[in-house]
């Protein structure tokens, strides 16, 4: 079974940075797309970033330009660097395998005006 587990959540004011990770037990890690979604309090999740086994990104516009996803496949590790942080990226934040739908239970990340 895969599991995923993110850290590196918390409070920061509005224009900070965060970064997020997300470490997953599964096996030939370097195949496989990656990506982390949000949810804001009351509203759905939504898509944030991704990048595929190829390294080729992509982001959400709401984030793109402020957000960078990476991952290190000799650590079987995704990142979120999250820079100009604005209170409307308060949420949780989940990492996503997309090929076994899996997900990880969620980090949260404060944004104070």
């Known amino acids: 079974q895969v599991r995923l587990v993110e850290s590196g959540g918390g409070l920061v004011q509005a224009g900070g940075s965060l970064r997020l990770s997300c470490v997953a037990s599964?096996?030939?890690?370097?195949?496989?797309?990656l990506a982390w979604y949000r949810q804001a309090p009351g509203k759905q999740r939504t898509w944030v970033a991704s990048?595929?086994?190829?390294?080729?990104?992509d982001y959400a516009s709401s984030v793109n330009g402020r957000f960078t996803i990476s991952r290190d496949n000799d650590k079987n590790t995704l990142y979120l660097q999250l820079n100009n942080l604005k209170p409307e990226d308060t949420g949780l934040y989940y990492c996503n395998l997309p090929r076994d739908d899996a997900w990880g239970r969620g980090i949260q990340v404060t944004v104070s005006p």
């Open positions: 990048v595929g086994s190829g390294g080729v990104k």
């Open positions: 599964v096996k030939r890690f370097s195949s496989y797309a």
